[in-house]
């Protein structure tokens, strides 16, 4: 199988809010520079590039996003950028990624990933990547998950329960497990049997459109009708007529926990460090510390007295100015400034709802 | 002695460090909307507006700030704003506006205002303005203060001692005193007898030329041959030369202390609010808290679980969100934001030299 028929969808639909005020409902998180030169999406991007060539990138994300991903790409083809009328859930956005590409490639093997993460280092990642692929193509029917070694019982991910060993790294899939407690994901954890699910694929596209068929045929028979109109002039009224009819669900709950427990979804171990940064706090674990504990993305600050702030700009001539204050979350955007304490940062989530609504749409 | 003789001279010079990063060395605290609508110089030519003509109203800074300044006020003659080439204190400012105005009218009185304080109600400080200035048309060699009534034992001010009494709210001043220490300032608090010194005045133009040059000679020699000048060619020369020659000396020290000793000094009782608005927290003071005890200048605020906080944005559509932060000052201005708890305040100012270093004069 040559590398022509590798391609990849990076999942980019999210809109962050809990990363305000500098993800917006017109410029979600993946495309803030986040990192202060880079945004997520940039790094998804990168981390794909020596594996996977520009023409067989595709990203999927919602319709109003679309515009900015083509400019910020311009080594991936227009076309390969697909915008969702609506949000759909996982199991819908990779099948119509998956029939896309099929119709492009019927023999296409294609890997699915998040652009909500910080995944180093990136070399592994190729690595690991690349046996998967491989995989796919000596076992063309199988469906391949990857899975992080836990490094602390997090509550917030969804467990992946290893079975038996098909390889060094390769395992069956014994089980998908929902969110833990916290005592259910100290025993994964202590077990040692069990990965965090990073919601990243690879499989033939083939072979997962025919999952669809058989476990979600109503979601299947759209994709099929939508895939049928991808090449003529009726492609955006059939996907706007068809695809917000879809039922939302995700594609583990779908397809990945019920063909596990028939033994046929394989865990490829992904020994990465692995970070969701989908919040102010989550974003300081991947900044370097500076001798009291301030971490930034603002290129320019001054500190006095400061310990263990987050201080967050993108703007490389904005001076941001802490004295006195600990573990707080300072965030300049041209429009909207935010303090918070660290340990307050889930109230930023409903605060955007709040003001959406006094300011008129403004400033979310 | 008609209307036309009153003349009102603003100084209006100095930097205000403590209120960056609002305050610039190219735009002083006078001049940032500091009340949100208005700057410490509008309220004070809008306080003098009843009492004096604008065409008798003088500003004299520094002479960068100058073009500002007239931009600022198009119903000043542009002539009126005087530009020191460097700042020689009180003394010589009051001196040369005192030379300027004496040759335009030999028999002008002229009031002497500052613009770093708020002053309320603004009727009241009109009403004790008029009798002040109809005290000298009535006694044309006085030289007189205003005494602010003190509210609390302030070490920050000097005082003001009175004598006998002269008229309703008016007396001989007894002695200055210079800013005292906690338990002397309680002592002139329970006194009764003391006033805060406010550092604005109303005299003839020739009178305090007069005691200039009596006291003070080598100012007063300078200022004569600036205001033979200054109606010719070489003003900006000679300004230029001479001004910067002259001995740095407040007119408190130079004049009105020895003066009062005298028995020549009168103060006419200010019975108003009077607040320096020279940092962060004193300006809190003059602005309105919601129920948390939260203060803003900026226009678009939101908090939750915030209290005592001053927010303050010059931007009316820059939104400031504050979430569960206390006594916290948070200051946006479009190159620097600065966030620092209240009762460190003090620090503001040291940090801008630090910050002109590091940042190559940018920011400050």
């Known amino acids: 199988m040559p590398d022509n028929t590798r391609y990849a969808v990076i999942m980019a639909g999210g809109a962050g809010t809990r990363l305000w005020p500098l993800s917006r409902k017109s410029r979600p998180k993946q495309l803030v ?16 590039s020596g594996s996977v060539g520009p023409e067989y990138l595709y990203i999927i994300t919602n319709r109003q996003y679309v515009e900015q991903m083509v400019a910020a790409y311009p080594q991936i083809p227009p076309e390969n950028i697909i915008g969702e009328p609506q949000g759909r859930d996982t199991a819908n956005a990779i099948g119509l990624a998956a029939a896309v590409i099929h119709q492009r490639d019927p023999e296409a093997v294609m890997g699915v990933f998040t652009a909500d993460h910080i995944i180093t280092p990136a070399e592994t990642f190729r690595r690991v990547l690349d046996s998967a692929f491989a995989y796919v193509a000596g076992s063309p029917n199988s469906l391949i998950t990857f899975g992080i070694p836990p490094t602390w019982p997090h509550t917030g991910m969804g467990y992946i329960q290893r079975g038996e060993k098909l390889g060094e790294g390769v395992f069956r899939v014994k089980q998908f497990k929902e969110k833990p407690d916290e005592t259910t994901a100290a025993q994964y954890l202590a077990d040692g049997d069990y990965y965090w699910n990073g919601g990243m694929f690879v ?22 009708a939508i895939s049928k109109a991808w090449n003529t002039d009726s492609r955006i009224e059939t996907l706007d007529r068809i695809f917000p009819t879809l039922p939302k669900i995700s594609i583990d709950y ?28 989550a974003l300081a674990e991947v900044l370097d510390p ?40 300072v965030v300049h955007s041209p429009d909207a400034t935010l303090v918070c304490p660290n340990d307050q ?10 003001i959406q609504q006094i300011h008129d749409g403004k400033h979310v």
Chains 1, 2 share one sequence.
């Open 290 to 329: 500076d001798e009291a504990g301030n971490r930034a993305t603002a290129k320019k600050t001054h500190l006095l007295d400061a310990r263990n702030n987050i201080l967050i700009s993108e703007d490389p001539d904005h001076l941001l100015v802490a004295i006195g204050v600990n573990d707080l979350i």
């Open 254 to 281: 779908a397809v990945m926990e019920k063909v596990a427990l028939e033994g046929k979804v394989i865990v490829v171990e992904l020994p990465c460090r692995w970070l969701d940064v989908g919040s102010w706090p």
């Open 33 to 48: 520079r986040i990192l202060g030169d880079k945004s997520l999406l940039d790094e998804a991007v990168e981390r794909l």
């Open 203 to 224: 499989w033939r596209a083939a072979t997962i459109l025919e999952k669809l068929q058989q476990l979600l045929p109503d979601s299947a028979a759209g994709l099929d």
């Open 345 to 354: 940062a889930e109230k930023i989530k409903s605060l955007v709802g709040e």
